[in-house]
């Protein structure tokens, strides 16, 4: 069943029964300024003689023929002269004995009365007509904005059926785990009976929960897809407008049309704009229009019939400000969290994307799956999609190896910016440091292992120095924070140990550091003695608002500065090992400086070949 989609009336209706008017007023008075000829061109000029005249000559049998129209009567010589007479209106051709038998001029009577009438009368009629037509169109006008203003509570939702939704679960790669939950809601769709027989209930409700990117509505459409039943689909911001009411309304009538088309699938996408908590007192009290729209969602999905076949999905990437009367059982009682993918499962996104392309022949997805570690599946397909459109720029015609590094390189690091032209002195100033991020990255055995450095500008950075960690990690320790801070703080070393200066280049490596040593403090306890296992700060924000939770400050002055002792004496203490670092490799800097000033980028094969002294493979 398909949503009424209404719209205001259009002003063209307007303007055409103008145009309708005008031309027919146009047509009145033109038939009031020009009557019908009563006489063709060819009695024209014709001589006016007494009727008894033409009596005489039909008689004598000198005419050929003997028009009569109405009260006019129009006689034709042989020789073509027209004469004309008047009868009396009651005088009929026996009457007037032009009715001989034997006499061979032909008499023909016409009688144009009843024509000259509907002629005299069709101006008129068309108006009434016109009128009438005009009326019916204000009334239907009027009948339509009544429509248009009481379709505000009418649901928005999209709907497609079983033909329209063609995704299924193997277009829905590395969420395994999620569609062996899903099957369970497919099965019931298509099988219910088999769960009710024995009294089991299925989930009423399923909640996809997962970052942005990670798949949470291509699923739900690949439920509906796989059961093949109507699929609704609506965002959580569609509910809400600026009438009170109306999100109720909407939600009533968006139910009301997914029980007539049961079995079938509700998805509401973006749930926490209209699910958050309930509250906030002095900030809209408890009758706001978005608790009325929450209210009769939960009212809704606790009043389904036993035997009614929906089943409502929705996603968020907010779960901590759903309302908890939303989460309950009977209602989103089961909820299924969407990971980013691993390196297994971001390959098989890879290669579920490479169906639908050209790929060239031998193309490995492994390296790439390495080089797109903590992504989602939405930005996979980006990568996928610039490497097809570098590959249409090469002229290539199929994807190849390079185009897909490339994209990888672009989608991460950002475009390349060869525009931006830099002075010898911040070229060379760039390379020493990005090649100090190399070398003490390379050198701190807890760190990512380096991939690739380039002195070419990508985004707002003036060069990039590329670590990719060798597998996925769920867990970071203590020593491999320290390490990456020593990482970031290279390329300050770098500059402070041979320009004997310091530049803006290294402002976001510092506030990175310094974030890590300040949640290696708070968040994680892994501060010094004084401040022990403790986590400092507390987060607090009113949810009902919607913005997003600030850090309160739940410790004393003493411990603050305890917490900022403890990460300037980090920081610096990874500063010093950088710098002690590059002072032991700098003749190995020296010589990498010059490379990499002459050819811009360099892989890490050929750092290690100078570096480590390694020949290359």
């Known amino acids: 069943m398909t949503p009424v989609r209404t719209r205001p009336p259009s002003n063209r209706g307007w303007l055409l029964s103008l145009v309708l008017f005008s031309l027919l007023i146009a047509m009145s008075l033109f038939s009031m300024t020009h009557p019908v000829r009563q006489n063709d061109a060819k009695y024209a000029d014709a001589k006016e003689v007494p009727v008894s005249a ?35 209106a009651g005088d009929t051709v026996s009457e007037l004995g032009w009715n001989d038998p034997e006499n061979p001029t032909v008499v023909e009577v016409e ?22 037509g005009g009326l019916i169109w204000l009334f239907r006008g009027i009948a339509r904005s009544q429509s248009t203003a009481m379709s505000f509570g009418k649901s928005r939702a999209r709907v497609a059926d079983m033909r329209q939704v063609k995704t299924r679960f193997k277009d829905v790669a590395g969420v395994e785990e999620a569609k062996e939950d899903l099957e369970e809601v497919v099965d019931f769709l298509k099988n219910p009976k088999k769960y009710t027989s024995i009294g089991a209930k299925i989930p009423r409700g399923v909640l996809l929960v997962g970052a942005p990117g990670t798949g949470k509505t291509l699923l739900a459409r690949a439920v509906a897809g796989e059961a093949g039943v109507p699929f609704f689909s609506i965002a959580g911001s569609e509910f809400v407008e600026m009438f009170v009411g109306v999100g109720a309304s909407r939600v009533r009538d968006l139910f009301m049309k997914a029980k007539r088309n049961a079995p079938c699938i509700v998805f509401i996408d973006e749930i926490d704009a209209v699910g958050r908590q309930r509250g906030g007192a002095g900030f809209g009290g408890g009758h ?33 400000v759903l309302d908890r009367a939303l989460l309950r059982p009977g209602r989103f009682d089961r909820r299924i969290f969407l990971d980013k993918p691993d390196l297994e499962a971001r390959k098989k996104i890879l290669e579920v994307h490479g169906v639908r392309k050209k790929m060239a022949k031998g193309v490995d997805y492994t390296p790439i799956a390495k080089k797109t570690v903590g992504l989602a599946g939405a930005d996979l397909e980006n990568i996928m999609n610039e490497a097809a459109i570098f590959a249409a720029k090469r002229k290539h015609k199929t994807i190849m190896q390079e185009d897909m590094d490339d994209a990888v390189e672009k989608v991460a690091l950002g475009p390349e910016k060869k525009s931006r032209k830099l002075t010898e002195k911040e070229k060379k100033i760039t390379a020493y ?74 402002s976001n490596d510092i506030e990175r550091a310094s974030q890590i040593a ?55 203490e990874q500063y010093q090992r950088a710098l002690g670092i590059l002072k032991k490799h700098r003749e190995k800097l020296e010589e990498l400086v010059v490379i990499l000033l002459k050819q811009e980028t360099m892989s890490v094969e050929e750092f290690k070949v100078v570096f480590e002294g390694k020949t290359a493979a």
């Open 111 to 132: 009688n144009r009365e009843a024509t000259n009438m509907l002629i005299a009368v069709l101006p008129d009629l068309l108006f009434l007509l016109l009128l009438v």
């Open 433 to 506: 440091h990005e090649l100090g991020h190399a070398i003490v990255g390379h050198l701190c055995p807890e760190s990512d292992a380096l991939h690739k450095i380039s002195i070419v500008s990508r985004g707002s950075a003036l060069g990039v120095t590329w670590f990719l960690p060798s597998e996925d990690q769920y867990t970071t320790s203590k020593t491999k924070f320290l390490d990456e801070i020593c990482g970031l703080l290279g390329g300050r070393a770098a500059e402070k140990l041979i320009f004997d200066e310091m530049t803006t280049g290294a």
């Open 288 to 320: 706001d229009e978005r608790e009325q729209t929450l209210n009769q969602i939960l009212t809704e999905m606790d009043g389904f019939e036993q035997d009614t076949n929906v089943i409502v999905m929705a996603a968020t990437n907010r779960p901590d």
């Open 518 to 572: 300040r949640s290696m403090a708070m968040r994680f306890g892994m501060g010094d003695d004084k401040l022990g296992p403790v986590a400092y700060g507390e987060k607090e924000g009113t949810m009902f608002l919607g913005v997003d939770p600030t850090m309160a400050r739940n410790y004393s002055e003493e411990t603050a500065r305890t917490i900022d002792d403890f990460v300037r004496k980090t920081v610096e």
């Open 54 to 88: 033409i009596t005489r000559g039909y008689e004598q049998k000198m005419f050929s023929k003997i028009v009569v129209r109405d009260n006019k009567v129009f006689a034709e010589t042989a020789t073509g002269m027209i004469l004309q007479s008047y009868k009396e």
